[in-house]
């Protein structure tokens, strides 16, 4: 099925023929800055919080609570979100909402300084900033196509995501502790300030607002969403594609709630060896953004970003098999580095696809759409795989997994959407 004003992109990425990489001049380079400073800040607060979480209480109900905060949002606002995403000016809503959240944090901050920090607040913060950020990723999908050329949107992508994943498994991370040296409320302070940077750098951008067609008469956000999710749902190499990764969410769901018991208990290795997986996943996905783009090849297009995306989840099939089955820490740190760099591929050309295929003026609801379906499979995986570790055993999460990577693949395959262009 084809849809009237989406398919741009598409005949002129698959008319170059090889991707390219974006050029930062043009605004490519502060959004990647603003993207990288954001994501460095948001790392901080989320190794902080769950230590802070910890001095405020010891009930595992409301520790747990302070992480279901930050999910829960998408499944309730994510589509309305995506909705007022299509509805505004992007590059405004974007650092409106970043100052929005700075100020939070700020806030926040000084809550934590001066003593007055509770778990009630902090549940209250988790989910108000994920809230936030349904609008702001929404609008930050939209806005790329506008400041690369369609032949660049692959490697648009890949740098936005490997330098999200270096600023925050290498550069923040580590730094955590260092911060709480200082004091409690350091890294939270941090993570205002770069909000704040991040919102400077997007209000820099000097580019015109989007031409939209005038909506139709009495047309609400109810109806515009229903509008996304049809639209979604028609396009047959998307909807394939949304079903697909929502399975393997199920499965990162049931393989990240219970990595740790897989390396400490299963594996043996202890904090250790758990920070080394970890790192190995973390390097795999910086090198997966630096090679992603490649793996569409020349043609391409549609074919070529699911010719990608099946590559990606067969060799991830693979190394979780290993990791579920051999009992060596080397095979867990080499399987999670693979398991990381096809990760990104996937992510990669999976969301170049949806810009590419998008119509105009659409793009935010149909990212909404597919964000909220296939976030929705995580809580259900982590379920799963908590019962599965208690019932046999801490490595058959990680079979499990990969069984629903198998059948995400299968189900991809099967459905022949690599013939739509």
């Excluded at 196509?145 to 994943?165: E, F, H, I, K, M």
């Excluded at 949304?242 to 299963?266: K, S």
């Excluded at 999976?350 to 003026?361: D, F, H, K, N, Y």
């Amino acid at each position: 099925m084809r849809h009237t004003g989406g398919w741009t992109a598409v005949a002129t990425a698959e008319a170059v023929g090889v991707p390219r990489a974006p050029a930062w001049r043009g605004g490519f380079g502060r959004l990647w800055a603003a993207a990288v400073v954001s994501k460095f800040g948001d790392s901080l607060r989320t190794a902080a919080m769950p230590l802070l979480a910890v001095s405020l209480t010891r009930e595992p109900l409301l520790i747990a609570a302070v992480t279901a905060c930050g999910h829960l949002p998408w499944l309730l606002f994510g589509l309305v979100g995506g909705a007022v995403a299509d509805r505004v000016d992007q590059r405004r809503a974007m650092w409106t909402v970043d100052l929005v959240r700075g100020g939070l944090m700020a806030a926040f901050a000084v809550a934590v300084a001066l003593g007055h920090a509770s778990i009630a607040l902090l549940i209250a913060l988790a989910f108000v900033l994920t809230a936030l950020q349904t609008l702001f990723d929404n609008a930050a999908t939209s806005l790329l196509p506008s400041l690369v050329p369609a032949d660049a949107l692959a490697g648009a992508n890949a740098r936005l995501l490997a330098g999200q994943q270096l600023a925050g498994a290498f550069l923040a991370a580590p730094l955590v502790p260092v911060l709480l040296l200082a004091g409690a409320a350091v890294p939270y302070a941090a993570d205002a300030a770069t909000y704040l940077l991040a919102a400077l750098l997007v209000a820099s951008l000097r580019i015109p607002a989007p031409e939209r067609a005038p909506r139709k008469g009495g047309s609400t956000l109810r109806a515009e969403i229903a509008e996304g999710l049809r639209v979604l749902w028609r396009d047959r190499a998307q909807r394939a594609l949304c079903v697909a990764t929502t399975l393997m969410n199920i499965g990162v769901g049931a393989l990240i709630a219970t990595l740790v018991l897989h390396v400490t208990d299963w594996l043996g290795a202890g904090s250790g060896g758990y920070a080394a997986v970890l790192t190995a996943y973390g390097v795999g996905s910086v090198a997966g953004g630096a090679v992603a783009a490649r793996f569409s090849g020349r043609t391409g297009g549609t074919g070529g970003r699911i010719r990608a995306v099946l590559i990606a989840g067969l060799v991830q099939t693979g190394a979780l098999v290993a990791l579920g089955a051999v009992r060596e820490l080397w095979v867990a740190m080499a399987a999670m580095a693979v398991f990381g760099l096809m990760g990104m591929v996937w992510n990669v050309h999976q969301v170049t696809l949806m810009q590419e295929r998008s119509p105009a003026g659409m793009l935010g609801r149909i990212s909404a759409a597919f964000r909220t379906l296939a976030i929705g499979g995580a809580p259900l995986g982590a379920l799963l795989g908590g019962a599965a570790a208690a019932a046999w055993g801490a490595n058959i999460p990680a079979l499990l997994a990969a069984g629903l990577f198998a059948l995400a693949v299968a189900s991809l395959a099967a459905s022949s959407v690599r013939q739509i262009n």
